[in-house]
């Protein structure tokens, strides 16, 4: 594939700062309005008189009250994490992507890239990549192939180096799924799902240049290291789980149990294996709980 250069490749507005950091520094600004205004409002008070908290740190010393005491070190963690809805996840921690198989090259723009690969006859094939803003679970983005089935998954496994054995577990895991006559001519829609860090990266579209291009580059245009990934046998469905099941448990369950990344606890096989034990069983979602019916 010919793709846009690192330095001018658009950079998708969903790529942020991270939410740890971001929920961090907006819990100590809370505090301290909080306590500027002497205010308790259930939190606790040893969050009052604390000042300049930021993001995964502390401050040194201690701070002082109104009448010179001193007054234990504030953390920031000692604020409790407002709970936060489903929809607010897809807008912080969703980075979406649409795949168009097109004709000709066009320009790119902040929220459009244009790829192209040379096929056998010199001709040029080209696809269109388009980021989009996600403030809810996007069933109007699957809108007409809601009620299709996803008939098969195919892990694909990117190892860190390229002398390791498979057998080793450092290696970055993507799911993609299939879902049979979701095209205007009964093409096959394929959909990316993988988490990168704190982000979920999703990436969507219909035909074999799709396909194609879901294995060899992230939902950001950032391209992988195709000769270090290894892709896992396809595995074809036996329950029925539509679509529409599909982003309904993640809206219910991913969106509700995601936690901060962790490399040890929650990273990106984690993920993998959640999606995979839905599809499998579509009554089990992330992390053994059991869907309501």
């Known amino acids: 594939w010919a793709s846009p250069a690192p330095s001018t490749l658009p950079r998708p507005r969903r790529v942020r700062e991270s939410s740890a950091a971001r929920d961090g520094a907006a819990r100590a600004r809370g505090c301290r309005a909080q306590a500027s205004r002497g205010e308790e409002g259930g939190i606790p008070r040893t ?72 096929v056998r006859g010199g001709s040029k094939r080209y696809v269109r990549l388009t ?31 390229a002398w390791q054995p498979s057998a080793l577990v450092t290696y970055h895991a993507f799911t993609i799924l299939e879902v049979e006559n979701a095209g205007w001519f009964g093409e096959t829609l394929f959909i990316l799902l993988e988490r990168c860090c704190d982000t979920l990266q999703l990436l969507y579209g219909c035909g074999s240049e799709v396909h194609l291009f879901v294995r060899q580059y992230y939902a950001n245009g950032r391209p992988r290291n195709v000769q270090q990934c290894e892709q896992q046998a396809r595995t074809k469905l036996q329950k029925t789980v539509t679509l529409r099941q599909f982003l309904e448990w993640m809206d219910r369950v991913v969106a509700k149990d995601w936690q901060p990344y962790n490399i040890l606890a929650d990273n990106c096989q984690h993920f993998a294996t959640d999606i995979q034990s839905f599809l499998l069983n579509p009554r089990i979602g992330k992390k053994g709980h059991a869907d309501p019916p």
């Open 47 to 118: 969050c009052q008189g604390a000042f300049d908290v930021r993001a995964g740190g502390r401050r040194r010393g201690r701070a002082r009250g109104r009448h010179g005491q001193r007054r234990p070190v504030m953390f920031d963690w000692c604020v409790a994490t407002p709970r936060r809805n489903s929809d607010w996840w897809w807008q912080n921690h969703v980075v979406c992507a649409k795949l168009d198989e097109v004709m000709w090259k066009g320009f790119d723009t902040s929220d459009v890239a244009y790829y192209g690969r040379k």
């Open 131 to 161: 980021w989009t803003d996600v403030n809810e679970c996007p069933h109007h983005l699957f809108r007409g192939s809601l009620d299709s089935s996803i008939v098969a998954f195919t892990e694909v496994d990117e190892k860190w180096f």
